[in-house]
């Protein structure tokens, strides 16, 4: 190697610019010329101001006391405290299904499930949580640790099919131990909807929302194309009909109106329900836009090839048509649930408290008057959180769908 | 030798006629697309529809399994009326495959899973014996080796040549192909043919449109001439390339060859 020196292995040759990558990136993306240079330092002049008073705020101004003091009402609203170990049980719970679902699922311990399992740790490491509550963040990390574990021993043979048991006994567990059972005097008398509260209402609102309005949706959708006039016709008038009203609307709608719709006798529908299924519907006719607008993008000959083959139009539906509709309208339907999500603080206005409800109690509250900023921007992180959190699932999701696609 | 399409089908009355098409009527609103075709396919025949774009080629064995529904006339499949009875139209249609000059696999689906999907689901064959089927089908057409791969990944004759073999899966007794070759870059062309050519020699009935005259020569027991909405002439292949009746069919011939 008698031209070692002028190989591109020996860096001292190279530019500044190449030897070391940050100053070219710098170079190239910020200093370009004058022009952009000051542009550069303009930008960084006014971010350091802001960053500052900001900085300044977060550090010596606020009153961050407002918020332990009131932390359980933000978590969980009325929800009596004497009952609160029923909603880390369900947590618990919630960290042992994600890590069986997991392990049948997708197999393997890979990026994302660090991601996931990283979670009640980064938790831990929030301010306001008491060592309670860390205790009760780690005993969900290793619930977690341990489903996935647990699930690679399990004789199980269908594992999608398996995960969705799980899944759905899961839902039905949560709600019994969220509800209780009946009997004041039992070991979990019940705890009525109307004081569930604060995040927890919120997630479970989003939650309950999404998951009944998507097959609802679904249906819709099928329905606005179906070739019968009689459902088609339903479909339309009531998805333009929801599409037409605001949400808050129909909230009120619900409050009021749903018990006249139901048959004389019918137990009196709860609050929050109410307020659930105004949420529902609401968002089932966006839903069946969205994925309306998936079959749309779905050529003939994917229809006609599946009738070739001698599937059922069901068949055809179900294997052919909606796996390549839902996945072409992944990011509308998320952006959608993520919107969703955010609306459920509508319910604050008909008198139910969701985390957006109790933080307008708290800086109402003479006791705090004034520190309506600090809890907005809790709020404000909350809500952030897990709709990130929402946005990133997504991203994963289509990148891992769209292995091979067209 | 037969000279004429009446000489020959008096020839073979006594075989079976797997597909009988009777004065079929085709409308796309104001426009006739076919006009009182008449067919009769025996088992086992291979026959060639050719003529100039627009002529009906492609909607008339679109009739044959219901992908377009003809007005008048009557077809019959294998013994069952084609009529707006569900079970009818199902069965008929697990019992012929198609092929589609864009091959319409399905993009979501590995190429094995392409190919069980449909014995697995409308046969309800056992998954691991769906799976022994279609690596079958895929030695016969060549390709085993991209089994676990997505259409998406495939060169399009290789896409073409799934595509049948998917068709295949279901063992239908009759395959119609539309066009298979035309969507495909000149090089991949032989290797469709060759495993239609090849499937031909195994017996099973198949009813063609392409433009592939070389084929039809080769592999053709009768060459069907179509030209606005009817069918003009049939005939042996010597008797289209050395003798063809009718004055449109040399138009066509002499444009073509």
């Known amino acids: 190697m008698t031209t070692a020196a002028g190989t591109p292995s020996d860096r001292s040759v190279l530019p500044i610019t190449e030897r070391y990558p940050l100053v070219g990136w710098l170079r190239r993306n910020l200093f370009s010329d004058v022009f952009n240079s000051l542009l550069t330092l303009a930008a960084l002049a006014f971010i350091i101001v802001i960053a500052r008073i900001f900085l300044r705020w977060v550090f010596f101004t606020a009153e961050w006391g407002v918020i332990p003091a009131n932390f359980n009402l933000l978590m969980r609203g009325q929800y009596p405290a004497a009952e609160a170990w029923r909603l880390w049980l369900v947590i618990y719970l919630l960290g042992a299904v994600v890590g069986i679902c997991w392990k049948l699922i997708v197999g393997q311990f890979s990026g994302a499930a660090r991601v996931l399992i990283a979670i009640p740790f980064v938790l831990m490491l929030i301010p306001f949580f008491s060592m309670g509550s860390r205790l009760n963040l780690l005993i969900t990390a290793v619930a977690s640790g341990a489903g996935f574990f647990i699930a690679g021993y399990l004789p199980i043979q269908r594992r999608g099919r398996a995960a969705a048991y799980f899944l759905i006994a899961y839902l039905v567990v949560m709600l019994v131990l969220l509800r209780g059972l009946p009997g004041e005097e039992g070991p979990m008398p019940p705890v009525q909807p109307i004081l569930w509260g604060g995040l927890l209402l919120s997630l479970l609102l989003a939650f309950f929302g999404i998951t009944l309005s998507f097959p609802l949706g679904v ?3 099928l329905g606005r194309q179906s070739k019968l006039p009689a459902v088609r016709i339903m479909s339309v008038i009531y998805i333009e009909f929801i599409r037409g009203v605001p949400l808050i609307s129909l909230l009120f709608m619900g409050q009021v109106m749903l018990q006249l719709f139901l048959p004389d006798g019918f137990p009196l529908v709860d609050r929050v329900l109410r307020a659930l299924v105004a949420i529902t519907l609401f968002s089932a ?8 607008g998936g079959l749309q993008s779905i050529p003939r ?16 539906t179900i294997h052919i048509i909606m796996p390549q509709a839902l996945r072409a309208v992944i990011p509308v339907l998320v952006g959608q649930f993520i919107s969703l999500f955010k609306d459920t603080t509508l319910v604050a206005l008909v008198g139910i408290f969701d985390l957006l ?21 809790v709020v404000a992180v909350l809500f952030w959180i897990f709709s990130y959190t929402m946005s990133y699932a997504s991203r994963r999701l289509e990148r891992r769908l769209g292995v091979g696609e067209r | 030798m037969a000279e004429n399409d009446t000489a020959e089908m008096a020839d073979n009355g006594t075989a ?12 796309f609103g104001d426009f006739q697309a076919l006009k009182d075709c008449n067919l009769r396919v025996q088992a086992q025949e291979v026959v060639v529809i050719i003529g100039p774009s627009g002529s009906g080629k492609s909607t008339f064995i679109r009739c044959i399994n219901r992908l377009e529904e003809h007005q008048a006339g009557d077809i019959i499949v294998d013994g069952i009326p084609l009529t707006r009875d569900v079970r009818n139209i199902e069965q008929i249609r697990s019992e012929t495959g198609m092929v589609f000059q864009q091959f319409n696999l399905f993009p979501h689906l590995t190429v094995l899973e392409n190919i069980t999907l449909a014995p697995i689901h409308v046969r309800k064959m056992r998954k691991d014996e769906a799976r022994d089927t279609a690596m079958g089908l895929l030695n016969r057409v060549g390709i085993p080796e991209q089994a676990d791969k997505y259409p998406g990944q495939l060169s399009g004759g290789q896409q073409q040549r799934v595509a049948i073999a998917r ?21 991949m062309i032989k290797e469709v043919l060759d495993v239609m050519q090849e499937l031909a020699e195994t017996g099973m009935t198949m009813l063609v449109v392409t433009h592939e005259m070389g084929f039809a020569r080769e592999v053709a027991h009768r060459i069907v001439f179509m030209d606005g909405g009817e069918i003009m002439e049939v005939g042996t ?21």
């Open chain 1, 357 to 377: 409800g109790i933080a307008r109690t708290i800086i109402s509250n003479p006791d705090w008057l004034g520190t309506q900023q600090e809890v907005f921007i």
């Open chain 2, 167 to 187: 068709s295949l899966a279901m063992s239908p007794k009759i395959m119609l192909f539309d066009e298979p070759t035309s969507a495909l870059d000149p090089e």
């Open chain 1, 285 to 292: 006719a966006y839903t069946a836009e969205n994925v309306r």
């Open chain 2, 237 to 257: 292949p010597e008797h289209f390339f050395t003798n063809a009746q009718h004055e449109r069919t040399k138009l066509f011939l002499s444009q073509i060859l």
């Open chain 1, 301 to 316: 000959g994917q229809y006609e090839a599946a009738q070739a083959v001698g599937l059922s139009a069901y068949q055809s």
């Open chain 1, 219 to 221: 249906l819709l959708a």
């Open chain 2, 16 to 27: 079976e006629e797997i597909i009988i098409c009777q004065d079929v009527c085709k409308w």
